[in-house]
């Protein structure tokens, strides 16, 4: 079943209509259509950067925390063989999802 649509009125001036008219042409679909894409791109495209942005912030702030921890002389020390380990440990994990 399709979702009930709402009529937007948009007045649009004669260049980016004609680079919309030329999406339209490329994608073999209608002006609405396109404008519907273009919208929808956009849109996932920005909620992915804003996804992007809060994963690097996330892993800065893990970076400091463990440099901060490294400077106070809280932080073990770890052999290659333990990180070889965790490393074993978390590829077992991925591939038993």
Do not use: N
């Not at 921890?69 to 074993?88: K, Q, V």
Request: hydrophobic share 45%; charged share 35%.
């Amino acid at each position: 079943m399709k979702a009930a649509s709402h009529p937007v009125s948009i007045r649009l001036d004669l260049q980016l209509k004609r680079r919309a008219a030329a999406f339209a042409r490329r994608r073999k679909v209608g002006l609405t259509t396109a404008l519907r894409m273009i919208i929808s791109e956009h849109l996932d495209a920005a909620e992915a950067a804003s996804d992007l942005d809060a994963a690097l912030q996330w892993q800065r702030e893990r970076a400091w925390s463990a440099l901060e921890r490294w400077e106070r002389g809280d932080a073990e020390e770890l052999t290659l063989e333990d990180l070889r380990a965790a490393h074993g440990i978390a590829l077992g994990a991925k591939r038993r999802r």
